[in-house]
């Protein structure tokens, strides 16, 4: 089957690092995704991997391990403005199905 | 480009009802996926299309939902009737193909809610 693992929940401080980590397990993986999606909003696109390793953009860096299934999200002197919930997304390799993980609602406090 | 749009934004109806909606997807884009999102089950796919061809329908929960593409730039969701049930949040989303990314660009979605 497919499945997708994340926190339901993170909280930090306002200038803070804080990780967001998603396990997978797909038939086939062609691409992650992170998305970063406000309350009553769309979700908006914020990092992709294919191959293993870091990725890095500005405040925000995503990793890749194909072979354990796992990624993960660091964000980095968090804002107010980055409270939202971050979705993992896998793209189903041969297709363009692409399955996302229920989200982790973060919570930046001052 | 305007991005993604869909309508209504709100839609509030009874139990047994005819519900539609509506997508314009990004110009250009040859993909175009409609999901369902609730607080319990996330992000759900139900149908994308191809050159407003159906690829994967495997999403859609039931006969009561049905979509169409009848053009590059439009695309319909119906339920018929709707239930308490399919209460939720109806995003639309397109994409490019042959991009290293295909990255999914979202329509504001619309809350339906059925009573």
Known sequence: GQNIDQPTEMTATEGAIVQINCTYQTSGFNGLFWYQQHAGEAPTFLSYNVLDGLEEKGRFSSFL????????LLL????????ASYLCAVRVSGTYKYIFGTGTRLKVLA | DAGVIQSPRHEVTEMGQEVTLRCKP????DYLFW????????LELLIYFNNNVPIDDSGMPEDRFSAKMPNASFS???I???EPR??????????LSGRAKNIQYFGAGTRLSVL
């Open chain 1, 65 to 72: 391990s194909r072979s354990k299934g796992y990624s993960y």
């Open chain 2, 86 to 95: 399919d209460s939720a949040v109806y995003f639309c989303a397109s994409t």
């Open chain 1, 76 to 83: 980095k002197e968090l804002q107010m403005k980055d409270s």
């Open chain 2, 35 to 42: 999901y369902r999102q609730t607080m319990m089950r996330g």
């Open chain 2, 76 to 78: 319909t969701l119906k």
């Open chain 2, 80 to 82: 018929q009737p709707s």
């Open chain 2, 26 to 29: 990004i110009s250009g884009h």
